[in-house]
């Protein structure tokens, strides 16, 4: 029975994956910064751990007491949409923290027991935002680029050794609340500037009546997807969306 880690579990696409690879039948260890039990089935093959993916100590803790996995999902992220002119760079190197840093510091910790076994697989989650121009998403949008940057030359690395990398980019997931939390998680000096405010609130519009959406489900299936795929594709869109701007692109 196959072993799978996958980080911010707490809600949202990271809730689903672990919910979709248990129903499959693998055993789960689902990372939350601040654990919720209750929010995952009560499994004796489901096992919630605490888990900071910006402290290298919690990163550590984490894998000494789970041992063994066959597969690191990396999926805790931030959320981040405003005008750059006025997010603090405070701000944005905490986006980077968790996005991106987080990804690679849980990509370093679980390479050495994939290479000595020679398989294993990681799989990042970014975002739709890397498949075309978005606005009041360029910090977001960065850290999300750069683990998509990340993730292709990882591929090239570990192929040798049997171990795959892959991307999953989710489309926009209404339920997932992301501007309502990215503008909970503002400051004060994070709002939109006036100057900028009737262009903003078209862009915001504009995304919300959209016609096509990704559901959480469409996520948890295409991590799946990614995890079993053997054919040497690295990035995986998903929901409609997604693939819409990935045809397109």
Same mark, same amino acid.
């Given at each position: 029975?196959?072993?799978?880690?996958? *980080?911010? *579990?707490?809600? !949202?696409? @990271?809730?689903?994956?672990?919910?979709?690879?248990?129903?499959?039948?693998?055993?789960?260890?689902?990372?939350?910064?601040?654990?919720?039990?209750?929010?995952?089935?009560?499994?004796?093959?489901?096992?919630?751990?605490?888990?900071?993916? &910006?402290? #290298?100590?919690?990163?550590?803790?984490?894998?000494? *007491?789970?041992? #063994?996995?066959?597969?690191?999902?990396?999926?805790?992220?931030?959320?981040?949409?405003?005008?750059?002119?006025?997010?603090?760079?405070?701000?944005?190197?905490?986006?980077?923290? &968790?996005?991106?840093?987080?990804?690679?510091?849980?990509?370093?910790?679980?390479? #050495?027991?994939?290479?000595?076994? !020679?398989?294993?697989?990681?799989?990042?989650?970014?975002?739709?935002?890397?498949?075309?121009?978005?606005?009041?998403?360029?910090?977001?949008?960065?850290?999300?680029?750069?683990?998509? @940057?990340?993730?292709?030359?990882?591929?090239? %690395?570990?192929?040798?050794? @049997?171990? $795959?990398?892959?991307?999953?980019?989710?489309?926009?997931?209404?339920?997932?609340?992301?501007?309502?939390?990215?503008?909970?998680?503002?400051?004060?000096? %994070?709002?939109?500037?006036?100057?900028?405010?009737?262009?903003?609130?078209?862009?915001?519009?504009?995304?919300? $009546?959209?016609?096509?959406?990704?559901?959480?489900?469409?996520?948890?299936?295409?991590?799946? $997807?990614?995890?079993?795929? *053997? &054919?040497?594709?690295?990035?995986?869109?998903?929901?409609?969306?997604?693939?819409?701007?990935?045809?397109?692109?």
């Amino acid at each position: 029975m196959k072993t799978v880690l996958i *980080t911010g *579990t707490s809600s !949202g696409y @990271g809730r689903e994956s672990a919910r979709y690879f248990h129903a499959q039948g693998w055993n789960v260890i689902a990372a939350m910064r601040t654990p919720r039990p209750d929010v995952l089935p009560s499994s004796p093959r489901l096992r919630v751990i605490e888990l900071d993916v &910006t402290r #290298p100590g919690s990163i550590t803790a984490a894998f000494e *007491t789970v041992g #063994p996995v066959d597969v690191l999902v990396n999926n805790a992220g931030v959320p981040c949409m405003g005008v750059f002119e006025n997010t603090p760079m405070a701000r944005v190197r905490e986006v980077f923290e &968790t996005n991106t840093f987080g990804v690679m510091a849980m990509t370093q910790a679980v390479l #050495p027991q994939f290479r000595e076994r !020679g398989s294993g697989v990681v799989v990042n989650v970014t975002s739709s935002v890397v498949l075309g121009h978005m606005p009041l998403t360029a910090v977001y949008k960065a850290s999300k680029m750069a683990v998509e @940057g990340f993730t292709a030359s990882l591929a090239l %690395e570990l192929a040798p050794f @049997g171990v $795959r990398a892959r991307t999953v980019e989710p489309g926009a997931c209404l339920t997932t609340n992301f501007a309502a939390n990215a503008a909970k998680n503002a400051s004060p000096d %994070e709002q939109v500037p006036a100057p900028y405010a009737p262009w903003a609130d078209k862009a915001m519009d504009d995304f919300t $009546r959209q016609e096509l959406f990704t559901k959480e489900s469409d996520v948890a299936e295409t991590v799946w $997807r990614a995890v079993h795929d *053997t &054919t040497g594709q690295l990035r995986f869109p998903a929901g409609p969306d997604a693939v819409a701007l990935s045809q397109a692109k």
